[in-house]
């Protein structure tokens, strides 16, 4: 059974940065699709960034430049560093893992297959 849990969440200002992590087990991320969602207030939620099991990575195009998403295959976990924070990027974020290769922002979300509980960012202006 693949179970995630995020961590790393927090309030900073405009401009801070927060990294978030995402301690997997019952998975070899060696050989899974993972990602990290945002939902924000009142929205949907909404691929940040993947990486595929070769390290291949993809990016919304709302934090192309600011975040990286990286994994640690030994430690099986999953992290987002996120820097130049924006009042925007306020949301649960989610951790999510998918037994499929290959999957990108586009298709995280359909071939998703566990999820994590979320950790909050608050960005304040």
């Known amino acids: 059974q693949v179970q995630l849990v995020e961590s790393g969440g927090g309030s900073v200002q405009t401009g801070g940065s927060l990294t978030l992590s995402c301690a997997a087990s019952?998975?070899?991320?060696?050989?899974?699709?993972m990602g990290w969602f945002h939902q924000g207030t009142g929205r949907g939620r909404e691929a940040v960034a993947t990486i595929d099991s070769d390290g291949t990575t993809t990016y919304a195009d709302s934090v192309k430049g600011r975040f990286t998403i990286s994994k640690d295959n030994a430690k099986n976990t999953l992290y987002l560093q996120m820097n130049r924070l924006k009042p925007e990027d306020t949301a649960m974020y989610y951790c999510a893992s998918a037994p499929i290769r290959g999957l990108t922002i586009g298709t995280m979300a359909r071939g998703a297959a566990d999820w994590g509980k979320g950790t909050l960012v608050t960005i304040s202006s």
């Open positions: 019952g998975l070899n991320s060696k050989y899974y699709s």
